[in-house]
């Protein structure tokens, strides 16, 4: 079993930066890649970013690339989301995610991917 536990979501203008945290506990020498995904009202849960952690690769969906970055902390077991010049279209409940088994680039930007979640956090964006 894996725990995870997000926090850092709040309310940001647009332009503005927010930095999520996931801290993990449990088995994590079994996590094969942490992901971050996002759900809005009346919208599907969609990939926001993943690392794989034996390569250190990092994923990113077009709409986040170049503004998000996705990292992790070994040391303290706790992967990082940094989010700049947000936008309200950002706006969302964001979770982090672990994944025991293999999939591919593609394969991991689906949810059914994962295999634990966190309770999420709300990052909300104002215009």
């Known amino acids: 079993q894996v725990q995870l536990v997000e926090s850092g979501g709040g309310l940001v203008q647009a332009g503005g930066s927010l930095r999520l945290s996931c801290a993990t506990s449990?088995?994590?020498?079994?996590?094969?890649?942490m992901g971050w995904f996002r759900q809005a009202p009346g919208k599907e849960r969609e990939f926001v970013a993943r690392?794989?952690?034996?390569?250190?690769?990092?994923y990113y969906a077009d709409s986040v690339k170049g503004r998000f970055t996705i990292s992790r902390d070994k040391a303290k077991n706790t992967d990082y989301l940094q989010m700049n010049s947000l936008k309200p279209e950002d706006t969302a409940v964001y979770y982090c995610?672990?994944?025991?088994?293999?999939?591919?680039?593609?394969?991991?930007?689906?949810?059914?991917?994962?295999?634990?979640w966190g309770q999420g956090t709300q990052v909300t964006v104002s215009s």
């Open positions: 690392v794989t952690l034996n390569d250190g690769n990092t």
């Open positions: 449990g088995r994590t020498f079994s996590t094969f890649a």
């Open positions: 995610a672990a994944s025991e088994r293999y999939s591919s680039a593609i394969g991991g930007r689906r949810p059914g991917a994962y295999d634990y």
